[in-house]
């Protein structure tokens, strides 16, 4: 099992940037996909992007297209989420996982969580 620690979240104007970070413990982070989810006060967990265990493949939600960007640095053990012209749609706490298969966009196809992050965009 790969530990997760999401961190990087905050309180952000709308159209501003934040930059999220999710460091794993675990020699296997490398050979996993890694994806960033995302739950809104009262809602659902939803998919918000998804990176393949090479880091050459990502995949993203429509909401998000064009506005984030997911990474890896494999020798750091981290996956990032640049989220740029923010939203206040986009408030949520933002949680990543890890997946042997890419591209897996259905919150019920990961097991294991972080404990999240909060971002917070006002208007």
Excluded at 4 to 33: D, I, M, T
Excluded at 60 to 76: E, L, N, P, Q
Excluded at 91 to 120: E, H, I, M
């Amino acid at each position: 099992q790969v530990h997760l620690v999401e961190s990087g979240g905050g309180l952000v104007q709308a159209g501003g940037s934040l930059r999220l970070s999710c460091a794993a413990n675990g020699r296997a982070f490398s050979g996993y996909a890694m994806a960033w989810f995302r739950q809104a006060s009262g809602k659902e967990r939803e998919f918000v992007a998804t990176i393949s265990s090479s880091g050459a493949y990502t995949t993203y939600a429509d909401s998000v297209k064009g506005r984030f960007t997911i990474s890896r640095d494999s020798a750091k053990n981290t996956v990032y989420l640049q989220m740029s012209s923010l939203k206040p749609e986009d408030t949520a706490v933002y949680y990543c996982s890890y997946a042997l298969r890419f591209p897996l966009v259905r919150t019920n196809d990961y097991d294991y969580w972080g404990q999240g992050t909060q971002v917070t965009v006002s208007s």
